[in-house]
């Protein structure tokens, strides 16, 4: 991805001390949003009944989620603000605070990515001759690839379409002997999956000729392989020191703790939790499909058979903390609801992204940004402090607490580290009683 030289800064100081009527001025001051984007942001029916009701069924009305902006984000030299899309408390400040470490070398983090090529399975069964079937498909690719190509031809106007077809055999199943065709199709701006499906059910008759066989399934992989996004960051050790931490026993903490979960498959899960606590706000706000990248970077996680970290974190010559995150992300910016959900069209005005594949490294570098603010937590002071401190004001929410109540009770409970609904209760009584 280039740098290219926008106006936009994304350091914006005292950005969580405002209102969030403030903060939407504000952000659209940055971003430069007209104020028919600014009135689409603000108005709590923004997905209208009407229009949720064209998107999936027995639509009954719509449920609303937080949206929040990362800010300091710099990418390959370039700004960004990042509309996120959570439920969970300290995941925006998290993502933003290691952005804002991450931009004191300059660049920030850097990224780069792969063609935006996914996979689509044809699986064909009652062949006697695996082997022997798999060089008939072969032999058929060019005829298989051009009427997967016919499927979609606005597709291949720009520049994507089918390049290229793999055969998999498995020799022996329980329902005997499997070859399985891979169409590997560049999907361009599109997540891809109702291009690839179409293509895959269109090519279906040809690899069952061609097998001499059967076919049963015609959908696409989750498990993008060849669509592969990567970020990294390097920071000094001065960038991470804190006033109790020093900056080389961070990145101490760091490497040993990202250690764990290369080899230990349940510190891993929660490790690469922590990825997609970055990864799926963004996927959310941008109307992608959660559930695929989910799928994607977990079968990825495995390698050799081993469910490992999607992360690593290295320390290099100079003594500084290198962090890099390389995985699959079949993102898009047509297609699905990123073009019917009107928030999604906003975030994406937010972004400014201007193809899928900037979409995907963007959203990695955000995964990496939050789990190195997960990793430096947990290797000094632990998860609670930060978390509950924010989570504090869900309690306060819980025990009844309104308006401003909630940010005044939040405050005592985190103050005293004891964040608990029935002292919230006590705290919001005496509150009330003045
Ligand atoms: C929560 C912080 C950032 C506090 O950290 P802190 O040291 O109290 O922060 P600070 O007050 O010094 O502020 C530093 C910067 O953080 C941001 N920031 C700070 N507070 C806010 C706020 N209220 N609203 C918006 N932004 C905030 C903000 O960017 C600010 O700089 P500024 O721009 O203001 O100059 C830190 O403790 C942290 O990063 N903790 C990690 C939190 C985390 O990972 N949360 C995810 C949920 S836990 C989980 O699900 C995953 C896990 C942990 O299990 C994964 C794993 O195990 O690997
Ligand atoms: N396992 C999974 O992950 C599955 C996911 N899905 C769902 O599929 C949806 C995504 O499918 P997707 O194929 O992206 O959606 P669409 O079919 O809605 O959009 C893709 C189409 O958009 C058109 N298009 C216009 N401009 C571009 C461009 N710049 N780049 C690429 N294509 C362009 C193309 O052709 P044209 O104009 O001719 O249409 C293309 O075929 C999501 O809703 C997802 O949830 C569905 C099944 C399974």
Redesign the pocket.
Known sequence: MQACGSALNSRLENYRNLTPAERLAELARAAGLDAADQALLADPAALAVDRANGMIENVIGTFQLPMGVATNFRINGRDYLIPMVVEEPSVVAAASYMARIARSNDIGFETSSTAPIMRAQVQVLDVTDPWGARLRILAAREAIIAAANAK????VS?G?GCRDIEVHVFPESRVGPMVVMHLLVD????????????MAEAVAPLVEQAAGGRVRLR??S?LADLRLARASVRVSPAALATKTVSGEDMVTGIVEAAEFAAIDPYRAATHNKGIMNGIDPVVVATG??W??IE?GAHAFAVKDGRYTSLTTWERDRDGNLVGTLEMPM?L??????T?THPLAQAALRILKVET?QELAEVTVAVGLAQNMAALRALATEGIQRGHMALHARNIAILAGAEGAEIEAVAKQLAAAHDVRVDRARELLDALRRG
């Not at 979609?152 to 597709?155: E, G, I, M, R, V």
């Not at 999907?187 to 179409?198: C, H, I, L, S, Y």
């Open positions: 979609d031809a606005k597709l720009l994507g999907v361009r701006d599109a997540m891809g999956a109702n291009t690839v499906n179409t959908i696409l989750n992608n499909d559930r695929a799928a079949a898009g910016l047509v297609g699905g609801a073009k899928a």
